[in-house]
């Protein structure tokens, strides 16, 4: 059920970001949901391998070349997606990418923590 409540966050930040860039194109809800699912299992395989392959870069600049790992991964979702999910460049992607994990990080800290910490 985690995973699920992930995947459906995931896709409102996907649609909140693509009606923030322009150069961030997303048909519809069920597009965010289908490449929402295709995020999540890039991040489960292919995220790994490229932090592993990358893991000196990403000490050196303390951390920062995961947002490039990120854009990487929202990169090749766009590309799985075809037409219904498009981003114009690698800087857009870039910034799509710092957004996307700030979101996620605000929403994680202040809805789904104090959810969890209420159940308990």
Do not use: C, H
């Not at 995020?39 to 395989?45: E, F, P, Q």
């Not at 592993?52 to 990403?58: A, I, K, Q």
């Not at 951390?63 to 999910?85: E, P, Y």
């Amino acid at each position: 059920m985690k995973w699920a409540a992930s995947i459906l966050v995931n896709a409102l930040v996907l649609i909140v970001v693509s009606g923030y860039f322009d150069s961030f194109y997303l048909s519809g809800v069920g597009a965010a949901i289908i490449a929402s699912l295709i995020l999540a299992v890039l991040n489960t395989i292919v995220r790994p391998i490229l932090v592993l392959l990358t893991l000196p870069v990403t000490i050196l600049s303390l951390g920062l070349f995961l947002f490039v790992i990120n854009a990487i991964t929202l990169m090749l979702t766009a590309t799985l997606m075809g037409d219904a999910f498009n981003i114009d460049g690698f800087g857009t992607a870039i910034l799509a990418a710092i957004v996307i994990s700030l979101l996620n990080l605000l929403i994680q800290k202040a809805i789904v923590e104090p959810l969890q910490d209420k159940k308990k």
